[in-house]
């Protein structure tokens, strides 16, 4: 004969039983309304460009005489729409655990130097002096292509949020650490907006983004390259002062990804 123990749930257990599952119906809630807003967000931002596309194919058939100016700004759409689906493809991997990163010892000065000659056009356009300081740094163990790219989205901001300033790159050398710091004396963001700003599609100023040519999908994909590599950032900004970006990276192999 079977031997059927029933033991029965004390009124206690019940109870946080009971917590632990309104819990997780809160967190599919959430991650459910996180989701929905994220498709809103999607497809805002693709149907801004398009509705562009689409005004300016109009113009070129009814206006022949104003191609060269209307083939730019359909350029420049086409390039807006392309710059947002890149960033979607990464994130999507980066979600997903899927991104395949080909880490070995890079030197970060170098990727620095090369970063910089990238922008420096732009900065000089605007008036912003990019300056590098740096420690002599060890080699570190790191996706070189990903931290160019890390590097660029933080410069591409520092820069669309200054005028007239100045940035400041600077490679430090800590025991087990590299810190590579981006500051800017550019608009800063207020101390309320700060927790919010490596969500994906978060913006200081929902209208600003469009003027400025960004996606609104550069900071989070910066914290989940710097996430899956290991490392840390941390953001310090004032309004009005500017803002500093301090990314960590672990010097040793223990930057190795699983
Ligand atoms: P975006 O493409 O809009 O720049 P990001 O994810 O890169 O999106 O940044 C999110 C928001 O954080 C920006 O819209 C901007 O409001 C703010 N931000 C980021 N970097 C800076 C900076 N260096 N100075 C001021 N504001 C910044």
Known sequence: ELDVQVKLASEDEMGSLAQAINSLAADLKQYRDSRAEFFVNI????????????????????KPDQTASTLQ??????????LLVNDLFDLAQLEEGKLALLQEWVDLSEIVDTTIQNVKARANEKGV?????????????????????ILLNLLDNALRYTNE????IRL????????????????????E??????????RVEKSRSRDTGGTGLGLSIV???????????????????????????PLSEEGKSE
């Open 193 to 202: 907006e700060l927790p919010y700003i490596f969500d994906r599609f978060y």
């Open 43 to 62: 497809s805002h931002e693709l149907r801004t460009p398009l509705t562009y596309i689409e005004g300016y194919i109009q113009v070129l058939r009814n």
């Open 165 to 168: 300033g100045m940035i400041c």
């Open 223 to 249: 914290k989940k390259l710097i996430d899956v590599q290991n490392g840390r950032i941390e953001v310090r900004s004032q309004a009005g002062w500017g803002t500093e970006f301090v990314c960590t990276f």
């Open 172 to 191: 430090t050398n800590r025991e087990e650490h590299v810190l590579l710091s981006v500051r800017d004396t550019g608009i800063g963001i207020p101390q």
């Open 73 to 82: 700004i359909l350029e420049q759409e086409a390039k807006r729409m392309r």
């Open 129 to 149: 002096k990019i300056l590098f300081e740096e420690d002599p740094v060890s080699l570190v163990y790191l996706d070189g292509y990903r931290a160019q790219q």
